[in-house]
């Protein structure tokens, strides 16, 4: 008997950096889904399997006290064993009875093959991974009927992946994992806000990989230190960027695709105003040239997530935009993922 659960990548859409300062975003949860199986063993055949962080097999031993007692820890493990030991620590705050198990982390789909090379596409693996280890554990060790309120996992989640990103992060990957769909997002003072939304009929989309995955930590902690480094200029283009993700979502709320297109547009335009600002390259030469190639075409076109690389996001009200773009991105070195909304987030199933 094993529980297995999967949660999918995700897309921001509009929104990126500012999020982080308590404006409101907008993101797209996709069909690529990390899959996390646990089984119950023998105390002595503990262990988790990470494929695609290339480790071996990482052991631990349960203590009596229900806390693992980990083996040799690779450091590219080190986020996932601070995840599982906090949903262990919450589970047993709850009353629940952790027994001797192992784990099976797959993220295949978030991720692309180049040659030897294994790719980050900037899917939100590790929120996809932190969600799906987080349910199938409760599961297996609460019951399936334990469900809290979506915002409060995400605030629970927060904490050990914070801690990973050098205490930066907003926790809207986390929520497009967890509940799947168009969400508009938001982690303010006064708590945290989720919204399903959708967007209005007409509108052509598709994702443009931009050759090389980006370090999100790297970016966040740049853009931190700008806040520093130039108050007025980085205050400037926070409120900016909080205008046009507000716009948009109400775009998006009332239907109004040309506006939804125009804000897109723009946001991408004012991310790349923080290159100089932040001292990387948040809108590389391949976002440029995809910019330039969508616009041709017809079209807007933004980076996603946290720039550097990555993925990229280009629209069009016209018919036949995305057949296009993948024609003439082809033509220019540019690729074009076949990546579809997911409706369904978090799903916990037992085999």
């Known amino acids: ?45 503990c262990r988790i399997e990470a494929p695609q962080l290339g480790i071996d ?107 990973a990103q050098g205490r930066a992060g907003s926790g809207i990957d986390l929520a497009a994992s967890l509940c799947g769909g168009l969400l508009a997002y938001r982690n303010s003072h006064a708590g945290i806000e989720i919204r399903r939304l959708s967007l209005p009929a007409g509108i052509e989309t598709c994702l443009v990989w931009a050759g090389e995955p980006a370090s999100t930590t790297a970016l966040l902690a740049a853009w931190n230190r700008s806040r520093k480094s130039a108050p007025g200029e980085h205050g400037r283009l926070l409120g900016r960027m909080r205008a046009v993700a507000t716009a948009g979502l109400e775009a998006v709320e009332q239907g109004h695709a040309r506006e939804i297109l125009a804000c897109w547009s723009e946001y991408g335009k004012l991310m790349g105003k923080m290159n100089d600002l932040v001292g990387r390259e948040i809108v590389t030469a391949e976002h440029r040239a995809a910019c ?8 807007v076109y933004k980076p996603c997530g946290a720039g550097g690389g990555d993925l990229g996001l280009a629209a069009s009200l016209d018919a036949g935009f995305c057949r296009r773009m993948a024609q003439h991105g082809c033509e220019a070195g540019l690729q074009i993922l076949a990546l579809i909304p997911a409706a369904r987030g978090l799903r916990v199933t037992r085999e």
Do not use: N
């Open 57 to 163: 097999p990482v052991r631990f031993t349960p203590g009596g006290d229900g806390r693992l007692k980990w083996a040799a820890m690779p450091a590219d493990f080190a986020r996932t064993a601070a995840l599982i030991d906090s949903a262990l620590d919450h589970i047993r705050q709850l009353g629940g009875r952790i027994v001797p198990f192992r784990m099976r982390v797959d993220t295949a789909e978030l991720f692309m093959l180049d040659g030897s090379r294994s790719l980050k596409l900037g899917l939100g693996s590790s929120a996809a991974t932190a969600v799906a280890i987080d349910a199938v554990l409760h599961a297996a060790f609460l019951g399936p009927e334990h469900k809290a309120p979506d915002a409060d996992t995400v605030a629970r989640l927060l904490v050990p992946g914070r801690e």
């Open 1 to 45: 008997m094993s529980w297995v659960a999967t949660a999918p990548g995700k897309v921001v859409l509009l929104g990126e950096y500012a999020v982080l300062e308590g404006a409101p975003a907008l993101v797209q949860a996709v069909d690529r889904r990390c899959r996390v199986t646990l089984r119950e063993c023998a105390s002595d055949q």
């Open 292 to 299: 330039e190639l969508a616009e041709r075409l017809g079209g």
